[in-house]
């Protein structure tokens, strides 16, 4: 049996589910912070930015002659300190004794500027 191959359409929605979930994504972890034991938050967040980053030229690629999704528009992050931490996030006091201030010295609580929800036209 072979596999259809997915339509440009598909592949728009498919790319926009994946670009709100990853602004979704990082959003939570600026304010809740993640479960990484090994790395701060602010690593997890500038990957996941990247995520977005790729997430809206591999869209670019797709909608050639076609408007763009409005989740395109939403601003991309700006990177962050490698060594954020989320001070109120679920697992900062978990994280913080296991060691992390340790491996990662400079650890900063300085909470990074949210996302604007859409990019202002004029």
Request: glycine residues 6%; hydrophobic residues 30%; negative net charge.
């Amino acid at each position: 049996m072979t596999r259809k191959e997915p339509t440009t359409e598909e592949q728009i929605k498919v790319e926009t589910a994946r670009l709100v979930h990853s602004f979704g994504e990082w959003e939570h972890m600026r304010t809740k912070g993640c479960s990484d034991p090994f790395w701060p938050d602010g690593t997890n967040m500038n990957l996941v930015r990247n995520h977005i980053v790729n997430g809206k030229r591999r869209l670019e690629k797709l909608c050639v002659g076609i408007p763009l999704p409005a989740a395109y528009y939403t601003p991309t992050p700006e990177e962050v300190d490698e060594n954020y931490m989320a001070p109120h996030g679920e697992h900062y006091e978990r994280r913080m004794k296991r060691g992390m201030a340790n491996v990662h010295p400079g650890i900063t609580t300085k909470t990074p500027a949210e996302i604007e929800s859409q990019q202002e036209l004029f």
